[in-house]
């Protein structure tokens, strides 16, 4: 989509900006294409720098209450000082490499309840920048993701909404300032459990996936949390039946939970109790080659790129009310880039 812009930076009659973007649709790891067309307005501005931005909302605790920021966590440089001179148009091509650990915001084409991320464009002059525009970005889940998020609706797990919580989880590699968490209510064949949350922290070679159980409190026994991570790497997604390694990943998280309040000793399969009171599953760690085969044929190859985060409060304000604006369906293009 395009947003046409004045630059109100630059005063009345000023330029105006568009982002345009050669496919919306995209995967983490993988490159986000495009062009911002500058116009020129009724006279010559001198602009400083024009960059792209990645920006989501996060939650943030403050207090005893939590809050929603826009966040822009990975920016990219399209060009430094330059002259606009009135009515000229002007074309600058960019690529966003996005970050391995990019959250989802969309699954089987269709956006997930409570995710909402842009591509926000800035130009800067005499010192001040001008969020000129904001174009709306679906990221796809990778294959490996894909079965995972399969395998949970197929084991009966339904889907509530996805967030995004700022804060590092504890003992994890963690590259970005915030981590997803996509939040279902459990299906009864897994007893005294109500709620299950899933994060992906994906790299190059794989991804660490960490759930999270809200296991219920009983008569005679309180409710405690629930934790197991695992590691998967990304050319396992074709090779595995997912359904049954996930439901071994849920029952064999419990059971570590449960042994550790008994003061017994952990499942089988477990490693000594990690930094969230659960084992680490060390099945798939280190196994592949990484994205190479599973995803950069498909779609064009991918590429790290990791930035700070950075608040940025206004930055949806071209949004609206509006997240769905990324055509519903277009997942196929992903492989035609």
Same mark, same amino acid.
């Given at each position: 989509m395009v947003f046409k812009r004045m630059l109100g930076a630059f005063g009345v009659g000023g330029p105006s900006v568009d982002a345009v973007l050669s496919n919306p649709n995209t995967r983490p790891g993988l490159t986000l294409a495009? $062009? &911002?067309?500058?116009? #020129? #307005?009724?006279?010559d501005t001198e602009i400083e720098q024009v960059t792209v931005g990645l920006v989501t909302r996060v939650e943030i605790e403050g207090?005893? $209450?939590?809050?929603?920021? #826009? &966040?822009?966590?990975?920016? &990219?440089? &399209?060009? #430094?000082?330059?002259r606009l001179a009135a009515d000229q148009q002007l074309s600058l091509p960019f690529q966003v490499e996005l970050p391995w650990e990019t959250p989802i915001t969309h699954f089987y084409g269709q956006p997930l309840a409570g995710m909402t991320l842009g591509l926000r464009t800035s130009v800067s002059a005499r010192g001040a920048a001008d969020p000129g525009d904001l174009d709306p970005v679906a990221v796809h889940p990778l294959p490996v993701q894909e079965r995972i998020l399969e395998a949970f609706g197929t084991l009966g797990f339904q889907f509530v909404g996805a967030d995004l919580e700022y804060g590092q989880l504890a003992g994890l590699? $963690?590259?970005?300032?915030?981590?997803q968490e996509i939040e279902y209510v459990a299906p009864p064949q897994y007893p005294g459990v109500r709620q299950a949350e899933l994060t992906f922290l994906a790299d190059p070679y794989g991804v660490t996936v960490v759930l999270e159980f809200d296991k219920q409190a009983g008569l005679f026994t309180p409710g405690h949390d629930s934790y197991g991570h695992y590691r998967v790497a990304h050319d396992d997604a074709d090779r595995l039946d997912w359904t049954s390694h996930v439901d071994g990943w849920i029952r064999q998280a419990l059971d570590q939970r449960q042994a550790l309040l008994g003061g017994g000793y952990p499942a089988p399969g477990y490693g000594a109790p990690g930094p969230y009171g659960h084992g680490h599953h060390q099945e798939h760690e280190g196994r592949g080659p990484g994205m190479g085969g599973v995803i950069a044929g498909a779609v064009g190859g991918a590429a790290l790129g990791f930035g700070a985060g950075m608040l940025a409060e206004q930055a949806f304000d071209a949004f609206g009310d509006d997240d769905s604006a990324v055509a519903e369906g277009d997942e196929e293009e992903l492989d035609e880039e």
């Open positions: 495009g $062009q &911002v067309d500058l116009a #020129g #307005g009724n006279f207090g005893e $209450q939590e809050e929603t920021a #826009g &966040v822009e966590f990975h920016q &990219v440089y &399209v060009a #430094g000082a330059l590699a $963690q590259t970005l300032p915030f981590y």
